[in-house]
């Protein structure tokens, strides 16, 4: 149940509209009327700092910004396997 403390969107409260659709909490801020929605990131799995393993969507370019996107059913798995401790090596 994670959600980035960093990224998501800028809604419309009103309309429910998304006003920004890559919002950084360090550059924008949501006006009145608008609301800052943090960016779920199911099946979490950290390993270094704020950096880790989630579900994402996969567009086909790089998009992340800095974590590893996974498609659901293989976070799942990796969530549901993994130990505190275990050693991960991204290439």
Known sequence: DHKSSLYGVIRDTTTGEVVNGDADTRKHRAKAGQV???APMPYFM???GGIG???GHLPGYAA????VRMPEPMAKKFFENVKIG??????
């Open 64 to 67: 992340s910004h800095g974590c």
């Open 86 to 91: 275990t050693p991960v090596i991204v290439k």
């Open 53 to 55: 393993m989630h579900v």
């Open 36 to 38: 800052f929605e943090n």
């Open 46 to 48: 950290r390993f270094n």
